[in-house]
């Protein structure tokens, strides 16, 4: 069984950082490009930062470019999301998510996702 | 920046067919997918690669694609299908992905 575990995030002042670990299991995590999406309080769902198989290529939205930096650790079967110089804007649920195997960006499993909260 | 644009609300009876659109320039070229999203759940995928449907979702779930616009149907409208439905594809230069800003589906 596929499962997507986030863990890391919490309550953190503007300006701090963080960083947030997605544990996969149940398959084989060299073989997927994988992503972090992001959903604020009663908003809808925005794609953050997605990394191929082997860390040679990276994507970011915009708003995060400059401060957050996805990697992966394949023999660990781990995702990361290090996330500096927050803003009250970056409160939100930060889900991991593995895109189908075609794909690098449509996501057939998703974590259950972890509460981030940029707050004085 | 790229935007994939959706109407914030869709209303059907059950039984009805329910259509939610989406409309992005870069649509004709790169592939759309569909998400459901209930209340305090993460999303799941409904619809890939414009109108693939996975495993495990029921049929009256379908996609289209005409142009720049993307649809998803679902016929026969179940109250269980009552949620926030969000489209989602890549920039022209596939360096990016946008999601829309969803569509509640009311089931009257």
């Known amino acids: 069984e596929v499962q997507l575990v986030e863990s890391g995030g919490g309550l953190v002042q503007p300006g701090g950082s963080l960083r947030l670990s997605c544990v996969a299991s149940g398959f084989t995590l060299s073989a997927y490009w994988m992503s972090w999406v992001r959903q604020a309080p009663g908003k809808g769902l925005e794609w953050v930062a997605s990394?191929?198989?082997?860390?040679?290529?990276?994507y970011y939205v915009d708003s995060v470019k400059g401060r957050f930096t996805i990697s992966r650790d394949n023999a660990k079967n781990s995702l990361y999301l290090q996330m500096n110089s927050l803003t009250v804007e970056d409160t939100a649920v930060y889900y991991c998510?593995?895109?189908?195997?075609?794909?690098?960006?449509?996501?057939?499993?998703w974590g259950q996702g972890t509460l981030v909260t940029v707050s004085s | 920046s790229y935007e994939l644009t959706q109407p914030p609300s869709v209303s059907v009876s059950p039984g009805q067919t329910a259509r939610i659109t989406c409309s992005g320039d870069a649509l004709p070229k790169q592939y759309a997918y569909w998400y459901q999203q209930k209340p305090g759940q993460a999303p799941v995928l409904v619809i890939y690669?414009?109108?693939e449907r996975p495993s495990g979702i029921p049929e009256r779930f379908s996609g289209s694609r005409s142009g720049t616009i993307v649809t998803l149907s679902i016929t026969g409208v179940q109250a269980e299908d009552e949620a926030d439905y969000y489209c989602q594809s890549a920039d022209n230069s596939a360096t990016g992905v946008v999601f829309g800003g969803g569509t509640k589906l009311t089931v009257l």
């Open positions: 990394i191929k198989q082997d860390r040679s290529e990276k």
């Open positions: 998510a593995r895109p189908i195997i075609s794909s690098w960006y449509g996501a057939d499993y």
């Open positions: 690669r414009d109108n």
